[in-house]
């Protein structure tokens, strides 16, 4: 019976994720989100692009045609969740620099460009022991490398065996610390997991075809593997 439930909430679940041509559409409803992120692991900028319609039971627009998406002049390319989510993404391996900016230029299908411009939040350095003992949390300190550069959000990320454990901290401190309790740690003793932070930044003030959308831009820091003894 479970399997059953399990299957049906599945089906639903793609069901859910239509998607459309954008040569079948009006080109003025389709809504436009853009995120750029670095991941200091990887040393990897990624910039992605969704195209939607249909608002919170969002419809996926697929590029036919002429439409498309570029990056810097890059093309991007065409990837599909399992539950038929599509993006349009740009992947390069690259050192950080501030002063970098990304450019997303979207033409549609009628050849009308939208362009918009993103940096990226400031570097983020963070320290913490490697090692805690079962009495102790972990502290994690930061320091933005231009406290100048507000951001909207800002997460400490800690993933487990069984997951990740998510924290907030003010994001308009621009050096501090956090503290995840011995307590909060109890059910990952005697293992070894990854911290890090990321510092998000927003925008709704973006060039689209009138339907809206978002300008998202993340730097995740260089995670820290810490043992926590049993």
Request: charged share 20%; with cysteine; aromatic share 8%.
């Amino acid at each position: 019976m479970k399997q059953i439930i399990s299957l049906l909430a599945l089906t639903t679940l793609f069901a859910s994720c239509g998607q459309v041509s954008s040569d079948d559409i009006n080109q003025d409803i389709i809504e436009t989100d853009y995120s750029l992120t670095y991941n200091s692991d990887l040393g990897m900028i990624e910039a992605s692009g969704k195209f939607t319609i249909g608002g919170a039971n969002s419809t996926f627009v697929k590029l036919d045609g002429p439409s498309n998406l570029r990056v810097n002049g890059n093309s991007t390319k065409l990837e599909t969740t399992l539950i038929g989510q599509l993006s349009y993404v740009y992947k390069k391996s690259i050192a950080f620099d501030p002063n970098s900016t990304y450019r997303f230029d979207y033409t549609n299908r009628d050849g009308d460009l939208f362009s918009n411009v993103a940096t990226l939040p400031s570097l983020i350095t963070t320290t913490t022991k490697s090692v805690v003992e079962n009495y102790e949390g972990i502290t994690l300190d930061w320091q933005v490398d231009n406290p100048n550069d507000q951001a909207n959000s800002f997460r400490v990320i800690l993933n487990h065996n069984n997951g990740v454990l998510i924290k907030y901290p003010d994001h308009n401190v621009s050096t501090g610390s956090l503290e995840i309790k011995p307590e909060e740690l109890a059910a990952f003793r005697n293992q070894t997991v990854r911290i890090s932070a990321c510092r998000y930044k927003r925008s709704k003030s973006i060039n689209n075809p009138g339907a809206g959308g978002e300008l998202s831009t993340s730097f995740c820091s260089k995670s820290h593997l810490v043992a926590l003894l049993p």
